[in-house]
């Protein structure tokens, strides 16, 4: 267990619709990722937050949005849902933004687009 | 940005037998090469990382050497076991101002018993 929790485990959405995923960082961890991860594929960087404040963004669609709360928890809303946005959403979360510090992935949240 | 690429996609090797994953990056700001283990389904687990000021580090099996000059570091894996089978993801981080994780596109190793 690695300390960062995600949810939903599993969700089916059809096209169109919004959803939110939820991820709650390791205690003391201020900085959380998310990474898409398409089957088969690698692990595409979406965002990044450091203590409520985005920090580098990646190749983030403009139908997806994220955001960190003053309690640290993040959510990544994926709107306009397209049979492509299939894919295992990860969160991941370090203990500060600085380059070295270990990034811990949560299970992953299961988008299926139908 | 960063760009970091891996080889080979695919591996597979007799258990027993060293398997051997090389990664290149393109910014030579970068210092923190973490790789991590994908099992099917599963999150990916960090197994080592090297810092910019280290040129190996071993962990059991498990060694990681990198070479700043070309830019290019690599994982080894000794005395394969079945379940060393795994995606393994090599990675690249700039100390200051990006601080994401660049990934490399993964290795699929499968050991055959």
């Known amino acids: 267990d690695s300390g960062v929790t995600q949810t939903p485990k599993h969700l089916i959405t059809a096209t169109g619709q919004r959803v939110t995923l939820r991820c709650s960082p390791r205690?003391?961890?201020?900085?959380v990722y998310w990474y898409q991860q398409s089957l088969d594929q690698g692990l595409q960087f979406l965002i990044q937050?450091?203590?409520?404040?985005?920090?580098a963004k990646g190749n983030i669609l403009e139908r997806f949005s994220a955001q960190q709360f003053p309690d640290l928890h993040s959510e990544l809303n994926l709107s306009s849902l397209e049979l492509g946005d299939s894919a295992l959403y990860f969160c991941?979360?370090?203990?500060?933004?600085?380059?070295?510090?270990?990034?811990?992935f949560g299970e992953g949240s299961w988008l299926t687009v139908v | 940005g960063e760009n970091v690429e891996q080889h080979p996609s695919t591996l597979s090797v007799q258990e027993g037998d060293s398997a051997v994953i090389k990664c290149t990056y393109s910014d030579s700001a970068s210092n923190y090469f973490p790789w991590y283990k994908q099992e099917l389904g599963k999150r990916p687990q960090l197994i080592i990382d090297?810092?910019?000021?280290?040129g190996e580090k071993k962990d059991q099996r498990i060694a990681v050497t990198l070479n700043k000059t070309a830019k290019h570091f690599s994982l080894h894996i000794t005395e394969t076991q079945p379940e060393d089978s795994a995606v393994y993801f090599c990675a690249a981080r700039v100390a200051f101002g990006n601080e994401k994780l660049t990934f490399g596109t993964g290795t699929r190793l499968t050991i055959i018993p």
């Open positions: 937050y450091y203590n409520g404040e985005e920090r």
């Open positions: 090297i810092r910019s000021n280290v």
């Open positions: 991941a979360s370090s203990v500060t933004g600085v380059g070295g510090n270990t990034i811990y």
């Open positions: 205690s003391g961890d201020l900085s």
